[in-house]
């Protein structure tokens, strides 16, 4: 099985700021990793995916996440946020056998501040 | 620009009446997958299927839930009877087993 983990329900930030999401995983497999963001009474809009191969992997909307294997970390950075970047941000993995399914975290509620 | 559609968005109801949710993939997915989004819960798959066949329901009560796609075109969420613990937002999302995944916007329900 596997799980995520988003250390911090929220973060407030002043707009133009960099701003680093942290996210961490456990499994017992290898597993591909992903980041949604979900703006206010929207669906998820997938952000960045790490499948394999560079570990730094760039994004929408100017969103980078650093895949880091020994610390099963994946946390997702930006260097100058803007107030519409204020959002709901979900990690999530698949594992690359096995049950298929998207397993998310907690979220992490961005909340950029002019 | 293709995009997963739901219906209907809202969707208020009293206890035990039955509830269908409707989404439509984007055409060429071959994986559909059903998600619920709770204040307490979080996001938690609830079933999933591939080309139209069942794959995994575990996460869905089996008693009240049943998840169907009758076409290529079309997958189903239903309820029957619904509780008001059933209040929440189903997203229902396509892709493949993989990559990613492309949700929808929702179908908000309100069970009373």
């Known amino acids: 099985a596997q799980s995520v983990t988003q250390l911090d329900s929220q973060v407030p930030v002043f707009e133009e700021a960099p701003v680093e999401l942290r996210c961490n995983y456990s499994?017992?497999?290898?597993?591909?990793l992903f980041w949604y963001v979900q703006y206010p009474n929207q669906g998820l809009q997938l952000l960045l995916k790490?499948?394999?191969?560079?570990?730094l992997v760039k994004g929408i909307n100017g969103f980078e996440a650093e895949f880091n294997k020994s610390q099963t970390s994946f946390h997702l950075r930006k260097p100058s946020v803007h107030i519409s970047d204020t959002a709901e941000y979900f990690c999530?993995?698949?594992?690359?056998?096995?049950?298929?399914?998207?397993?998310f975290g907690s979220g992490t509620r961005l909340q950029v501040q002019p | 620009d293709a995009r997963v559609t739901q219906t209907p968005r809202h969707k208020v109801t009293e206890m035990g009446q039955e509830v269908t949710m409707r989404c439509q993939p984007i055409?060429?997915?071959?994986?559909v997958f059903w998600y619920r989004q709770t204040m307490m819960q979080g996001l938690e798959l609830l079933a999933y299927?591939?080309?139209?066949?069942?794959?995994?329901d575990s996460g869905m009560p089996k008693d009240r839930f049943s998840a169907e796609m009758p076409d290529a075109t079309l997958a189903t969420l239903k309820i029957q009877p619904s509780e008001p613990r059933d209040s929440a937002v189903y997203f229902c999302?396509?892709?493949?087993?993989?990559?990613?995944?492309?949700f929808g916007p929702g179908t908000r329900l309100t069970v009373t």
């Open positions: 999302a396509s892709g493949f087993l993989k990559g990613e995944q492309y």
């Open positions: 499994s017992s497999v290898s597993v591909y």
């Open positions: 790490y499948l394999s191969g560079s570990t």
């Open positions: 999530a993995v698949i594992p690359d056998t096995g049950r298929r399914a998207l397993t």
């Open positions: 055409l060429g997915h071959n994986t």
């Open positions: 299927f591939r080309n139209r066949a069942p794959l995994d």
